[in-house]
Nanobody, 120 residues
Framework: QVQLVESGGGSVQPGESLRLSCAAS????????MGWYRQAPGKERELVAD???????NYGDSVKGRFTIFRDNTKATVYLQMNSLKTEDTAVYYC??????????????WGQGTQVTVSS
């Protein structure tokens, strides 16, 4: 079992910033990638950003230049720094972990989600 503990969501005004964090623990042999997805009401879940074990990053088009993803490998923690937030960034943000267990099985795991609301 793997646990993903998310924190940092909340309510802010347009133009403000938030930082999300997600800490992974449990039966993890190796991590392939960690990242964040989001889902707004009535919309499909979409990639926000992810980062591989080799530190390659990938961002959704709508957040490029505003959001930055980074990780602390020693703590198996990934962060999402969100600047210049817009009302359209309002969504539930989900942490994602792609990893291989100590039994050599690949998993794609999700956190429970944290709400981000951007409103004036």
């Amino acid at each position: 079992q793997v646990q993903l503990v998310e924190s940092g969501g909340g309510s802010v005004q347009p133009g403000e910033s938030l930082r999300l964090s997600c800490a992974a623990s449990g039966n993890i042999f190796s991590i392939s990638a960690m990242g964040w997805y989001r889902q707004a009401p009535g919309k499909e879940r979409e990639l926000v950003a992810d980062i591989t074990i080799g530190s390659s990053t990938n961002y959704g088009d709508s957040v490029k230049g505003r959001f930055t993803i980074f990780r602390d490998n020693t703590k198996a923690t990934v962060y999402l720094q969100m600047n210049s937030l817009k009302t359209e960034d309002t969504a539930v943000y989900y942490c994602n972990l792609k990893y291989t267990s100590t039994f050599n099985v690949f998993y794609n795991s999700w956190g429970q989600g944290t709400q981000v609301t951007v409103s004036s």
